[in-house]
């Protein structure tokens, strides 16, 4: 599965961005798609996945805040991430994962000023 990930930027504190996230290939093997992250000196996290049958997950520090969502008549995923903290500055990766494979997409760099 090959993903193309796009939408981040540079924002100030309480602003507003949406990430897509666009898969092609093999597309009906997918059973989970998300969004991870990974800040200087920290490992990739988990920020929000969505599997195919429609259950969402979050990481604790966004929800409220972030929404998953997928268009799958356009096998595309999209992080809205709302009242943005300096803390959500990260590079943003999307994954998809499927039986016996997970891919992921190029970063996007998210960058929240205060």
């Known amino acids: 599965v090959q993903l193309q990930a796009s939408g981040g930027g540079l924002v100030q504190a309480g602003g507003s961005l949406r990430l897509s996230c666009a898969a092609s290939g093999r597309t009906s093997s997918i059973n989970v798609m998300g969004w991870y992250r990974q800040a200087p000196g920290n490992q990739r996290e988990l920020v929000a996945s969505?599997?195919?049958?429609?259950?969402?997950n979050y990481q604790d520090s966004v929800k409220g805040r972030f929404t998953i969502s997928r268009d799958d008549a356009k096998n595309t995923v999209y992080l809205q991430m709302n009242s943005l903290k300096p803390e959500d500055t990260a590079i943003y990766y999307c994954?998809?994962?499927?039986?016996?494979?997970?891919?992921w997409g190029q970063g996007t760099q998210v960058t929240v000023s205060s």
């Open positions: 969505t599997t195919m049958g429609g259950n969402t």
């Open positions: 994954s998809a994962g499927g039986r016996g494979f997970r891919d």
